[in-house]
């Protein structure tokens, strides 16, 4: 029996976006959380990004469930485009890199066998590019969440007000 596999763009962020604004926390936190997720996965540690994550909204006092989230910024599919952007990133930046990238060494191991100038242009990359989409993220999520949480207030208030 051949079922045919549809994926819907629109289907899977409004799903993430369900599942991220109902958790029971301040929009705050949960933005936090997400930010931070963010954040620690645009880090070339990808064996342990949601350790660290985790370990950073416990610091924080944010959401851990959306920082877990935030770390699937470069899941497995797209790590190495991300990592290859995070390189010339870093390497722009400070042009001190003889490495070139090769996507056969995406493993920590291998990343830091070739040398620490190599993993250090990756990690001052993904250090620069994690404070800005961190922020831009902990931004929009905010507001979305907020809004979500004013729309289900007035929803309630509403229903409320029907009944009396």
Known sequence: MNIPFRFSLKRFTRYWYLKLSRIRESPHSVAMGLSVGVFVGCLPI??????????LAFAFRCNKIAAALGTWVTNPLYAPFVYYGLYL???MIIPVGRKEFDPEDLTLMNIVGIGWDFFGLMLFGGIVVGLVLSMSTYLASVRIIRSYHDRRARIRREKRLKRI
């Open 46 to 55: 990808i064996p342990f990004q949601t350790v660290v994550a985790l370990g």
């Open 89 to 91: 990133v870093g390497k």
